[in-house]
């Protein structure tokens, strides 16, 4: 037997196990970590003075909060949508719903 006819098949078996784990996670899925940790989402409701007369489609907008801690803002759009905007990392969140909207920010990672 030679070196080669035993390396071949342990490396064969190492490149399956690492294309494997690429191949099973999809971007678009959080890590582990992140997605295990459901975050508390609050629309905290700004006074509707502080609406932009030059942008006709806004009908609501206020301050997001995760965990307790403001993070960004979010708005309510004549055409239904919902928008999330985080400060911090500058990600926009949009969904067709409140309840949408607040689905996907509980599963945001900062």
Do not use: Y
């Amino acid at each position: 037997m030679k070196g080669a006819d035993v390396l071949s098949p342990i490396l064969a078996f190492c490149i399956g196990i690492l294309a494997r784990s690429f191949i099973m996670m999809p971007s678009c899925i959080l890590p582990r970590a992140s997605a295990t940790t459901m975050r508390t989402v609050k629309l905290e409701h700004n006074d509707n003075t502080v609406l932009d007369p030059s942008d006709p489609q806004l009908v609501t907008r206020g301050s997001l909060l995760l965990d307790g801690h403001e993070c960004g803002g979010w708005e309510q759009r004549r055409d239904g949508t919902w928008i999330a905007r985080l400060s911090k990392s500058g990600e926009t969140v949009v969904a067709a719903s409140r309840n949408q909207l607040i689905e996907r920010l509980t599963l945001v990672s900062l």
